[in-house]
């Protein structure tokens, strides 16, 4: 049976249905004239753009308008150091990357490492600071531009970012707060105002450069009420609103009805960008949901179903060639190919990306400092 669905920042679970959330949220569908004019301008579709994968966003017709008359983006996005980065994660940072090499634009990165200590009981600030350099590796390791992307670190960059936080925080009542994240009496103070801190990357850019830049926000859709809330507040001091560009989550291993996303505190429904090629494989073959039917012969006569197959789907997030894609749908719904063989061709993709990644990943160790912001 399908668990109740929820979506917050700090709480994902459940099947989720993507068109509800669009509208609760209130943000707008990536519709075919947007698409086209992406690819005008960068020259091609990102997969997960072809496929749906990033699906929502608030004023992204304003970003390609501005982009069109020469008024460049920055882009913002972020990562709340709390334990080993998975495969869901890289989703959005992948994108975002490959936004930077076809727009050419700067990248501010958030780590903010006083999140997770704020929201979880058991994460320490000395936890956090770990996590912050074990995390930012698999970021560079996903190949973004030294020169143009910058790291912040909330408790190390506090200096400039408390300024703006508090500019942010003096106008968004409890009220607000409470209505958008579902905060409750018991909630410790630090965790309602973090989410004026979570707004400052948006605009910080433009208060460096003493002029106003407009911002695109790549990001998983569970992000969007800390923007729902900041928005309106960062163009009442003085800046752009933040455009935003949302993306579904890579299921869990279990299944789109039972692990709404894969979560990092659940190591059976994850992959981790430092699994070994053995642990890969084993975790696929042993916990892979399975679209496919009981028997063989079963399986030849009727076919598996793609659409609730685990394995089928990371697929649509990490082949990027299409007809690769469709061939391996038609073979698996027809029945032509069996759940092993279509599990085998994930791991082994996985397997090839991981390898790599691995590589820069150890390569990035010593780029870290190049990376972070340094105040001017
Ligand atoms: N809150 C995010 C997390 O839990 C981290 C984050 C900070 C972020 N700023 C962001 C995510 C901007 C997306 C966009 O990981």
Redesign the pocket.
């Known amino acids: 049976m399908a668990k109740e669905a929820s979506v917050t ?1 700090w709480e994902v679970k459940g099947n989720i249905d993507y068109d509800r959330l669009v509208k609760e949220f209130g943000v707008s569908r990536i519709d075919e004239n947007l698409l086209k004019r992406i690819k005008k301008q960068a020259g091609t579709l990102h997969h997960m753009l072809r496929r749906n994968i990033f699906f929502a966003h608030r004023d992204l017709k304003w970003i390609l308008d501005e982009y069109d008359k020469g008024n460049r983006f920055f882009l ?5 150091p709390s334990g080993h980065v998975h495969l869901g994660h890289l989703v959005p940072w992948m994108f975002t990357k490959w936004l930077q090499d076809v727009y050419g634009v700067e990248l501010w990165f ?1 780590f ?1 490492d006083e ?1 997770k200590f704020l929201f979880k009981e058991s994460m320490t600030l000395a936890d956090t600071e770990h996590f912050t350099r074990e995390n930012a590796y698999d970021v560079i390791a996903l190949g973004f531009d030294p020169k143009k992307t910058h790291f912040l670190i909330d408790t190390k960059h506090a200096g400039v970012m408390y300024k703006e936080a508090l500019k942010v925080a003096k106008k968004i009542t409890f009220s607000t707060a409470k209505a958008a994240f579902g905060f409750r009496p018991e909630q410790n103070i630090g965790a309602i105002f973090y989410t004026a801190m ?1 707004a400052v ?1 948006a605009f910080l850019p433009s208060v460096l450069a003493g002029k106003k830049i407009p911002c695109l ?1 790549p ?1 998983a859709i569970d ?1 969007d009420p800390h923007f729902r809330v900041s928005r309106d507040v960062i163009t009442k001091i003085g800046h752009y609103k933040p455009a935003s560009i949302q993306c579904r989550f890579l299921p869990g291993l279990g299944g789109m009805s039972t692990d709404g996303k894969m979560s990092a505190s659940e190591a059976e429904t994850a992959v981790y960008t430092t699994d070994s090629p053995e642990t890969v494989r084993k975790k696929i073959m042993k916990y892979a949901f399975s679209g496919g039917q009981a028997t063989v012969e079963e399986h030849r006569k009727k076919g598996g179903n793609p659409d609730v197959d685990v394995s089928y789907q990371w697929l649509t997030f990490f082949e990027e060639d299409d007809r690769k894609l469709k061939k391996i749908y038609d073979d698996y719904s027809s029945g032509k190919m069996l759940t092993g063989e279509l599990k085998q061709i994930l791991v082994d993709k996985l397997n090839s990306f991981l390898k790599e990644h691995q590589k820069k990943r150890e390569k990035a160790k010593d780029k870290y400092e190049d990376f972070i912001f340094k105040e001017p």
């Open positions: 920042p913002y996005t972020g990562r709340a958030q903010p999140e979570q990357p926000i990001h992000q």
